[in-house]
T-cell receptor, first 114, second 114 residues
């Protein structure tokens, strides 16, 4: 089956630094990718829709200047958490949409901000 | 707007017993419905999906779900639980705009007791 890879799987950073998380579709092209945030014992909250070659579409309440999304190629979307603070600590999951309408999820990236 | 409700945030069964995880949806258009499983610190894995056609859908690992329009339900079942089934399960509905966005339920933690 199709594979979506996220990197890094775990990252620990100091408060005030920026962290970039990559989401790659390894064997298919994805014009659309999605970024989710998951709090402990909670469901997935859609943060934004990442569109190749255009600006991301953010969900209501998500700070676009805090969570920068770039979808520079058909196989790569990046989420940058800028000036991270402890409250940004979370599990971030991406998904990529294949042409046939199938959605594939990455393994997730756990961010811990000290 | 679509929505998904999973009844029971925590379900506990004995090994070998029937697994029943409940999901009800709300949708103004014929829904596309999904069940995903998530193991600790991992992404989501698709168990099964309903789009059109046969209302009884068989998935991986012995799981199946039945789409019941009259009850607006899409409950997940497995005849005999294995210890390895212990995980978080999410029901989801695709947003009607067909952008690929998924709206997730709150999740159900399945515990399997020996």
């Amino acid at each position: 089956g199709a594979v979506v890879s996220q990197h890094p799987s775990r990252v620990i950073c100091k408060s005030g630094t920026s962290v970039k998380i990559e989401c790659r579709s390894l064997d298919f092209q994805a014009t659309t990718m999605f970024w989710y945030r998951q709090f402990p014992k909670k469901s997935l909250m859609l943060m934004a829709t990442s569109n190749e070659g255009s600006k991301a579409t953010y969900e209501q309440g998500v700070e676009k200047d805090k969570f920068l999304i770039n979808h520079a190629s058909l196989t790569l979307s990046t989420l940058t958490v800028t000036s991270a603070h402890p409250e940004d600590s979370s599990f971030y999951i991406c998904s990529a949409l294949r042409t046939a309408g199938e959605l594939f999820f990455g393994e997730g990236s756990r961010l811990t901000v000290l | 707007a679509q929505s998904v409700t999973q009844l029971g945030s925590h379900v506990s069964v004995s090994e070998g017993a029937l697994v029943l995880l409940r999901c009800n949806y709300s949708s103004s258009v014929p829904p596309y419905l999904f069940w995903y499983v998530q193991y600790p610190n991992q992404g989501l894995q698709l168990l099964l999906k309903y789009t059109t056609g046969a209302t009884l859908v068989k998935g991986i690992n012995g799981f199946e779900a039945e789409f019941k329009k009259s009850e607006t339900s899409f409950h997940l079942t497995k005849p005999s639980a294995h210890m390895s089934d212990a995980a978080e399960y999410f029901c989801a509905v695709r947003e009607s705009s067909n952008t690929g966005k998924l709206i997730f339920g709150q999740g159900t933690t399945l515990q399997v007791k020996p």
